[in-house]
């Protein structure tokens, strides 16, 4: 039952970054503003189709695919339960980020600055665990004095909406910058971490094991959930609450784009500069202690086993303190950074190609992207190649290549299309894995549809 119980835990903890190398300064997608407010982007005005404009969704794992588990190769599932758990590093990360842009919009200000504003919703989760953790677990305590350190497991959990409004601004013919405010409004957080907690099993002077739960520093902070509240309940309250009625905070993107030359660019941002101030239905918990139990041939009267069972966890809970605190809390937003360089050549015939900065044109981009992102529960970084062409006047492609802690053969595709005014794209990471799915340790897609409208030459 154990192992059924892990393999479910398993499948259903798979996640991914939050890095989106393949719409980072693609100039085609009005989208790019988001991840960097400086970017390159240059029309008259754009509208975002409603509930369509971004769909984006991303999930992985840095120490499995689900291939390495569900295979049908003619191998014991508990075999390969055994090996993937024996892979482990000293701590694995899971993490899943959803997005849905509802509203997007912007248009050119008289003085060639940009005013791009929208609304989305997003849901980020991110799990951290240590290897001894999951032994525990799945083996149990059956190696005595194995020191079980528990200090590395972490999670954060929120869903909320953001408000957003950016300006773009041309300083001169060789640099922009932007900004972009945001308002949150979060939905529920969870953030929990053990600080320090060992556990291990000696043999015992009264009973067969001394089992010891050492050191215990441990919290969880909640906000936005009831949990004695029914599903339905909860369910009618998330309009409300992601619609600047949840638990506000604020924010702010900053980044710029240089042009050394017309053909090499030079590009940075940091997102998201900001916090949620947790203050309704808040539950914070914090534990600390110790605790020692002398088992497993329990001592107890047959006769009155009650007595025993509730000594057992009035002990427990003398020597592990755990405090319910209802009190306000800050949660600071992960901060997420990006920089690129890249290098154009190749000139096409005269056309609408949005890579036009000054009197060439070119049909063709290369160049270097970083990624990190910076986070209490887990910080993370990733380095991209990418190749942008214009193919003609109404589609634009990009190749990545991609290596991070998931992967060091995430290839990307993305493609945009533009007939007159209306846009769609599509952004699809680990091509090398399309045919089998399940053995991708990462997966990324986004999605969307556009009505852009340039100026008149």
Known sequence: MRKIIFLIFLVFTLGY??????????????????????????????????????????????????????NDDGVNINTKIKKVIDNFGKSEVFTLNQQLEVLSAGYKLPNSSYLSFGY???????????????????????????????????????????????????????MQIGARAKI????????????????????????????????????????????????????????KKILLGGNLGLGVDLGFTNWLNDQVTVTGSILDIGFVNNSKNVESYRSK????????????????????WQNLEDDFEKNVVTDTIFKNYITLR???????????????????????KYPNI????????????????NSQAAATLFFERRVNKNVQAKITYTVDSYSFKNIGLGISTKLGAFNSYLLVDNLLNFSNLYSARSASVQAGINFIFNDKN
């Open 17 to 70: 970054s939050q890095n989106k190398q393949l719409l980072y300064d693609f100039h085609e997608l009005p989208q790019t503003l988001l991840l960097n407010p400086g970017a390159e982007f240059s029309s008259k005005f754009h509208i975002g189709f409603p509930l369509l404009s971004k769909i984006d969704f991303q999930a992985g794992s840095s120490g499995f695919s689900a291939y390495d588990i569900f």
């Open 120 to 174: 989305y919703q997003e849901l980020d989760i991110v799990f951290r665990f240590p290897k001894d953790m999951v032994d525990l677990f799945y083996d149990g305590n059956s190696e005595i004095n194995r020191r079980y350190e528990l200090d590395k497991f972490g999670i954060r959990a929120e869903m909320l909406g953001v408000f957003h409004i950016g300006l773009t601004k041309k300083l001169n013919n060789n």
């Open 184 to 239: 949150y409004s979060g939905v529920f957080n969870i953030r929990s971490k053990i600080n320090s907690a060992v556990f291990y099993t000696e043999y015992g002077t009264n009973n067969i094991y001394n089992h010891h739960l050492e050191n215990i520093n441990a919290y969880m902070d909640s906000s936005g959930i009831i949990f004695d509240k029914n599903e339905e309940d909860v369910l009618k309250d998330i309009p």
């Open 289 to 308: 202690g110790a605790y020692q139990l002398e088992g497993i041939q329990l001592l107890f009267d047959p006769n009155n086993p009650q007595d025993y």
């Open 334 to 356: 992960p901060l997420k950074l990006n920089g690129s360089v890249s290098y154009k050549f190749g000139r096409p015939r005269l056309d609408e190609c949005r890579f036009q």
């Open 362 to 377: 070119y049909s063709n981009k290369v160049g270097f992207h970083l990624y990190s992102t910076l986070g209490k529960i």
